[in-house]
């Protein structure tokens, strides 16, 4: 499996991005996928995430009511609409897969066996 993420910018405090995370080589709905973010000199943290089969979808709390993860099955590909951006969610995001993610570990980049490459974001105040 293949990720492409794509997407990321430089916008202002308050402005929307969305980015996408392509997939080639399987079928993503077979996937539980998250996206990543590591801002400079922080850890990688988990943001958002969305498992298989049904789709259901977690959020970290600094992005809940902000941010919507999605799957396009049709497009094989999973996006992160992010909305009223802030300085604070300046960093490089990347997205990750996994086929055997269990529902409890969607947030532990550990489990994840695949990742793209990443696309930066920054939200300048």
């Known amino acids: 499996v293949q990720l492409q993420a794509s997407g990321g910018g430089l916008v202002q405090a308050g402005d929307s991005l969305r980015l996408s995370c392509a997939t080639s080589?399987?079928?993503?709905?077979?996937?539980?996928t998250a996206w990543f973010r590591q801002a400079p000199g922080k850890e990688r943290e988990f943001v958002a995430g969305?498992?298989?089969?049904?789709?259901?979808?977690y959020y970290a709390d600094s992005v809940k009511g902000r941010f919507t993860v999605s799957r396009d099955n049709a497009k094989n590909t999973v996006y992160l609409q992010m909305n009223s951006l802030k300085p604070e969610d300046t960093a490089i995001y990347y997205c990750?897969?996994?086929?055997?993610?269990?529902?409890?570990?969607?947030?532990?980049?550990?489990?994840?066996?695949?990742w793209g490459q990443g696309t930066q974001v920054t939200v300048s105040s």
């Open positions: 990750a897969a996994d086929r055997n993610i269990i529902l409890s570990a969607l947030t532990d980049e550990e489990q994840y066996d695949y």
């Open positions: 080589g399987d079928l993503l709905r077979r996937y539980g």
């Open positions: 969305i498992f298989r089969s049904g789709g259901s979808t």
